[in-house]
Nanobody, 121 residues
């Protein structure tokens, strides 16, 4: 079973910064695309960003220019650097990974437990 362990959430003032991390546990043969979604209270989960193993990235329009996704393939870890945070960025942030695990012949999607980000003065 793949586990994605997230860290780095918290409370920050508008205009501030946070850095989220998400590491894939052992049991994984290959980790392909990794990324982030978020879910605000009363809203559906929405896409934030993804990054491929080659470093290609894609961002949702509301976060372009403020959030930056990166990864360390050796550590099987994805990061989300969040700058110029706004109150509307308040949400639970979930990382995901497309991965092939031991005992499986196909790629699956795995999710982290979520980490709360609150932007408030």
């Amino acid at each position: 079973q793949v586990q994605l362990v997230e860290s780095g959430g918290g409370l920050v003032q508008p205009g501030g910064s946070l850095r989220l991390s998400c590491a894939a546990s052992s049991g994984v043969i290959v980790v392909n695309t990794m990324g982030w979604y978020r879910q605000a209270p009363g809203k559906q989960r929405e896409f934030v960003a993804f990054i491929t193993t080659g470093g290609n990235t894609n961002y949702a329009d509301p976060v372009k220019g403020r959030l930056t996704i990166s990864r360390d393939n050796a550590k099987r870890t994805v990061y989300l650097q969040m700058n110029s945070l706004k109150s509307e960025d308040t949400a639970v942030y979930y990382c995901y990974a497309r991965a092939v695990t031991y005992g499986s012949s196909s790629e699956g999607t795995y999710w982290g437990q979520g980490t709360q980000v609150t932007v408030s003065s």
